[in-house]
C-alpha cells in the first residue's frame, strides 16, 4: 500500500518528479488560511477545493431603532399646509383689581391672543440598486435592505435636527426645539429682547460645565410648574445620563443586592421624583452636539463652503461678559484656542484658526473675546459659521494640530454682518455663553399640549423613473417640529461630565 511515508523513503521521480513534487502535492492538500478571493488567476497550489465560509446574517455597525428615543416618543400630527400656524393664548387678561362695589360695573379685561406659524421642510435622500444586484443571488435582498436603510438616514437626520436644526442657519432646516425655545429679537412674537435675558431666564438653567444632579431636576419642575407645565420626561445626551447616575451612586444609600437580578449591587434609576410627578430619564444619542474637530480636518462635503479667512482676534472689556474664575472641569480662565467653520446645507468647512494656528487666546475675567473674520471665495456660499474653541491649554503647547476644538455655537452670515452678541458690524464675539465640552438637554411634557412634529408626508418612499438597468427611489419626510408652549419647557445648557468631589 501506498502512503506518504513511501514517498519520504523513496525517490519516484519517474511518477512524480521527485521529492519536490511530493511537497507540493502535500502543501496542496493543506488547508492554510487565504481566502478564495486570493487566489484568484493564480496558480493552484494551495487551497483549490476550499469553500470560503461568509456568515449570512448582515452585522449592523450603525444604530438601531431602539437607540432612538426622542422622534419615537414626540406626538406626531397631520400638516395640511407648508405653513402650520398655531394660536397661543397668551394671558386671561391682566392680574389686577376686581373687586368692586355693589351695583359697580367691573372693568374690561382682553385675553392676549398670538398667532404664530413655523414652516414645513424636506428632509429627502435618494436610493439606487442596479438590476443586476436585484438578479444576483445574495444574502439579502437588495432593494429592501437600500429601502430600509435609506429609512434610517432619515430617521438618523430628523433625529439629530429635532433639538439642533436653525433655519435662521441653514434656512432650508426647519427650527429645532432649541431655536423655537429661544425666541429672540424685536419682532411681536418674539419671548425675549436679548440674548441675556433669555439666558437669566427661568426657561433655562446653566450649569457652568457641572455635571447634573437630582436637585437640578428639581428645580427644573419647579420652573415649568411656575409657568403652569406638567413634567414627565427629561432628554439629554447619554454622557448627561452618565454624569447624573453617577451623581446618584456617590449620594444615594445603595443595599447589596436590594431588588436587583443576578446579585448585582445598586440600581440604575429610569425615573426621578420631583414634588410634582416621576420624571423620566431617556437618553437619545442624535442630542449629543457636534463632534469636536481638529484644525487638520478636512470639509465634510465636497459641497461645503470655502473655509473662512482669518483676520483678528481681539479682547474687550464688557460688563456682560461671563468668563470668570473657577468654573467647573473646562476652567473658565487661560489660554485657548479659537477656529471657526463656514456651514451651508451640504456641511461645514475645514477649521479656519483665528487668529492663526500658533497664536492662543488668553481669557480674562470681565472681558469677552471679539473674533473678527470673513467669508472665503468658493462655488458654494456659507449661510453661517459655526465659532470653536478649545478647553483651557498650556501656554507652551503652540502647536494646535492636535488641540481638540469643541463647538460653542453658531452664527447666521446675517448676524456677523450686522455684529453679534454685543460685537461691531463683522465681529462675532464670545461672551463665554456656552462653555466647550458641555452638553444640553430639556425637561418638559410629552403632550401635543406643548411639543408635537407636524407631518405633511410621514416617512415614505417614491418609485422614480426608470432611465437605465437600475431603480431609484426617494426616501423623504416633510414636516416640522411645533414648540407650542415654550414657557413649559426648560432648557439645561453647559452640562458637564461628572467630577467626583
Sequence with gaps: ?????????????????????????????????????????????????????????LRLLEF??????????????????????????????????????????????????????????????TGE?????????????????????????????????????????????????????ASIGSDEGDIYLTLDQYQDSNQ???????????????????????????????????????????????????????????????????????????????????????TLRYATDNATSSKSPATPLATSVA????????????????????????????????????LRTLPNDTTPTVLTAGQSVDLTFTAGSGTYAATGYVIYRTKITPVSNVATSGIPFYPLFKVSTAQLAAGFDGGAAGVVRDRNRFLPDTEEGYLSEVSEDVLYFKQLAPLSKLDLAVLAPSNRFISFLWGTPTLVAPKKLVRYINIGPYVQA
Design 64 to 125: 438601531r431603532m431602539k437607540d432612538v428615543k426622542l422622534w419615537n416618543a414626540i406626538p406626531k400630527l397631520t400638516a395640511y399646509n407648508t405653513v402650520e400656524e398655531y394660536i397661543q393664548l397668551e394671558s386671561y387678561g391682566t392680574d389686577r383689581g376686581g373687586f368692586y362695589g355693589e351695583g359697580e360695573l367691573s372693568d374690561v379685561e382682553d385675553s392676549k391672543y398670538r398667532r404664530r406659524a413655523e414652516l414645513v421642510k424636506y428632509i429627502q435622500v
Design 315 to 350: 479682547l474687550a472689556g464688557d460688563t456682560l461678559s461671563r468668563f470668570a474664575a473657577g468654573e467647573s472641569h473646562t476652567g473658565a480662565l487661560g489660554a485657548v484656542y479659537y477656529a471657526v467653520a463656514a456651514i451651508n446645507e451640504y456641511g461645514e468647512s475645514s
Design 204 to 290: 433655562v438653567i446653566d450649569l457652568r460645565g457641572a455635571s447634573l444632579t437630582q436637585s437640578d431636576l428639581e428645580d427644573g419642575a419647579v420652573n415649568v410648574d411656575g409657568n403652569f407645565g406638567n413634567v414627565d420626561s427629561f432628554y439629554a445626551p447619554p454622557s448627561v445620563m452618565s454624569g447624573l447616575f453617577k451623581d446618584y451612586f456617590e449620594r444615594q444609600r445603595i443595599i447589596v443586592g436590594g431588588g436587583t437580578s443576578k446579585g448585582a449591587i445598586g440600581t440604575v434609576p429610569k425615573a426621578i421624583g420631583t414634588q410634582f410627578g416621576d420624571v423620566d430619564i431617556l437618553q437619545d444619542k442624535f442630542m449629543k452636539k457636534t
Design 1 to 57: 500500500m501506498v502512503d506518504l511515508a513511501s514517498y519520504q523513503e523513496q525517490d519516484y521521480s519517474g511518477l512524480f518528479g521527485g521529492q519536490q513534487e511530493a511537497g507540493e502535492l502535500i502543501k496542496a492538500m493543506q488547508a492554510g488560511q487565504i481566502t478564495g478571493r486570493d487566489t484568484t488567476n493564480q496558480l493552484l497550489t494551495q487551497e483549490p477545493l476550499k469553500v470560503e465560509s461568509l456568515e449570512k446574517t
Design 129 to 181: 440598486v442596479s438590476l443586476q444586484a436585484q438578479m444576483v443571488r445574495s444574502y439579502v435582498d437588495a432593494m429592501r435592505k437600500e429601502v430600509e436603510n435609506k429609512t434610517m438616514w432619515i430617521i438618523r437626520k430628523v433625529s439629530s435636527a429635532l433639538t439642533k436644526a436653525d433655519s435662521s442657519i441653514v434656512a432650508k432646516e426647519f427650527n429645532g426645539i432649541y431655536a423655537q425655545h
